[in-house]
């Protein structure tokens, strides 16, 4: 594996998505609709939205709807 993968943390965020987490904290609740709309699975605790705490609602999304972090970004960037 090249140096430059294998100091990666996996963890990190990029500034784009990012950007779109602090979108979409601007309008949640029509978000959070859409959301339910689609995957009819998701509940308002799945959907819960707390200050500092997007990684935490990314992971109960991927573990849900069976998507990895990037899947999850695409589909709430493309509601």
């Known amino acids: 594996m090249p ?5 990666r943390n ?12 602090t979108e979409l904290k601007g309008n949640w609740n029509e978000t959070k609709g859409k959301l339910k709309q689609s995957f009819a699975i998701l509940t ?13 609602l990314i992971g109960r999304l991927q573990i849900k709807l069976g998507k990895t ?7 709430i960037a493309n509601l």
């Open 3 to 7: 140096p430059s993968l294998c100091n």
């Open 10 to 21: 996996p963890y990190t965020v990029n500034r784009k998505k990012m950007k779109n987490l």
């Open 44 to 56: 308002d605790n799945d959907l819960l939205l707390m200050e500092g705490k997007q990684d935490e």
């Open 69 to 75: 972090k990037e899947e999850i970004h695409k589909i």
